[in-house]
């Protein structure tokens, strides 16, 4: 996986740290990649993944999920509280990005 600005055949161009083992993503089919996201809500544009519908589905994340509070003891952030337009509700690394 990579991240970062593309190239002229559509190729990102920086190393992410899925490369490097330090980022996971879990249960993508539940858990959706939004953009135009600044805070959560259905008007929110899926790019990758599944539908995020906390609440309705149990295979959403939270911020009480057991995996979502294990993960973050562990020392990971997760991506459904990335600052900015992007919300990425099945990802969790050291940086949270």
């Known amino acids: 996986m990579s991240r ?5 055949r559509g190729n ?4 992410s740290n899925h ?3 330090a980022a996971v993503d879990l249960n993508e089919e539940n858990n959706g990649l939004y953009e135009k996201c600044f805070a959560w809500s ?3 544009a899926l790019r990758k993944g599944g ?3 906390p609440g309705e589905d149990p295979l959403s994340l939270r911020e ?7 993960l973050k003891k562990a020392g990971f952030l997760w991506g459904g509280r990335i ?3 992007q ?8 940086t949270g990005y």
């Open 87 to 94: 919300k990425d509700f099945m990802h969790f690394s050291p």
């Open 4 to 8: 970062g600005p593309t190239d002229g």
């Open 12 to 15: 990102r161009t920086e190393i």
């Open 51 to 53: 539908r995020y519908r």
């Open 64 to 70: 009480e999920s057991p995996a979502v509070v294990e």
């Open 83 to 85: 600052a900015g337009n």
């Open 19 to 21: 490369s490097f083992g």
């Open 42 to 44: 259905k008007k929110c």
